[in-house]
């Protein structure tokens, strides 16, 4: 295992490689880290040279001085510049995002984009006025429990006002990424959660996960090339089924050419 950083736009940025096979970029998400998706990681590293880092403000990444997607995109393309071959790149959540404006981009820098439970094109924002309040206390309260992981590879120094105005800001990016998608001409796999916001029937629960799911249609109709796979679960579900996602990774490594 090879452990390195690289400091940039005021931040650093730590970087772990390690495995062998096909070399794969895992590229976290908005309040996720290296540390906490060590499973998916071990699983890919049987197979893949597997590199992960922490986004700035997570982990073991220093704090900034802004966090917006375009700052989080200068991250991952960081790191990107590091390496010595051509990825398959992953992304989580605000990762995959990350990864699809990168991909379009800089088109002959990776293999093949493999996207977990982001980069969708929903019809409709989630982020409006009738749901802003439960928004910013779900997120205050979120801030709260993450003060218990201050030092350690789990933190995550956002305060709940800069998580909300970047899943505002990942609202926008989302109106507009079917663009982005129609210059890319890799293979894209999506892996997607059939219940997004949870399972339970009340409240905008519902609601969420038939935009989630019209997004995706709404995706595939136009890009039927892109191969998606749902799994019953909600957005945790890099940790909760990291077995299966391996896998589905694992097979479009087998189908994205060298």
């Known amino acids: 295992m090879r452990h390195f950083t690289i400091h940039h736009d005021g931040v650093t940025i730590p970087v772990s490689r390690g495995g062998r096979g096909r070399p794969l970029v895992l590229c976290p998400g908005l309040n996720s880290t290296q540390a906490g998706l060590h499973e998916l990681t071990g699983l890919l590293r049987r197979d893949h040279d597997v590199v992960t880092f922490d986004l700035r403000g997570h982990g073991l990444a220093s704090a900034a001085g802004r966090y917006s997607f375009d700052a989080f ?122 219940s997004m916001a949870g399972d339970g029937g009340e409240g905008h629960a519902p609601r969420f996960n038939r935009n989630w799911r019209a997004g995706i249609e709404r995706l595939v109709r136009e890009q039927p090339h892109i191969a998606t796979s749902w799994l019953d679960a909600d957005h945790g579900l890099v940790f909760s089924h990291a077995p299966e996602i391996a896998q589905i990774i694992r097979r479009a490594g087998q189908a994205t050419p060298c």
């Open 73 to 194: 995109l200068s991250d991952l393309a960081a790191v990107m510049a590091e390496l010595d071959a051509v990825p398959v790149l992953v992304g989580y959540s605000l990762g995959a995002d990350l990864a699809v404006h990168y991909a379009s981009e800089h088109p002959d820098a990776v293999a093949g984009l493999v996207l977990i439970d982001g980069a969708n094109p929903v019809p409709e924002p989630f982020i409006t006025e009738a749901v802003l309040p439960e928004f910013r206390a779900m997120w205050a309260d979120l801030a709260t429990r993450q003060e218990a992981e201050r030092g350690t590879a789990r933190q995550v120094l956002l305060t709940a006002q800069e998580i909300l105005e970047l899943n505002v800001e990942i609202d926008v990016v989302r109106s507009r990424i079917l663009d982005r998608y129609r210059t890319i001409d890799r293979p894209i796999s999506m892996i997607m959660s059939t």
